[in-house]
């Protein structure tokens, strides 16, 4: 098992620049797949980003590609999300989690075992 901790999150005016980051803390980081994703009011968790267990492979969601960049480091068992040129309609809880089942980085929020419990991102106009 393994317990996640994101970070980072806040208030910030549009095109303005985010970092997050989520800690990872019982089993081996490296032997996970992570994801992050984000949920607004009234709307469903969706996939912003997500990477393999040794960074070759690193998907994004089309809203968000060309202005996020999803990285981790594993020997601080930390995954970052650098969040770039914001929207208002970035603002949401942004939260990781993280998959073991297989090598597969997914885009569904059901393919994840382990969830944190969110950081509030708002981006003001």
């Known amino acids: 098992q393994v317990q996640l901790v994101e970070s980072g999150g806040g208030l910030v005016q549009a095109g303005g620049s985010l970092r997050l980051s989520c800690a990872a803390s019982?089993?081996?980081?490296?032997?996970?797949?992570m994801g992050w994703f984000r949920q607004a009011p009234g709307k469903e968790r969706e996939f912003v980003s997500g990477i393999s267990r040794n960074s070759e492979r690193k998907y994004y969601s089309d809203s968000v590609k060309g202005r996020f960049t999803i990285s981790r480091d594993n020997a601080k068992n930390t995954v970052y999300l650098q969040m770039n040129s914001l929207k208002p309609e970035d603002t949401a809880v942004y939260s990781c989690?993280?998959?073991?089942?297989?090598?597969?980085?997914?885009?569904?929020?059901?393919?994840?075992?382990?969830w944190g419990q969110g950081t509030q991102v708002t981006v003001s106009s």
């Open positions: 989690g993280a998959r073991n089942l297989d090598t597969w980085v997914v885009t569904t929020p059901s393919g994840y075992q382990y």
């Open positions: 019982g089993r081996i980081f490296s032997s996970y797949v």
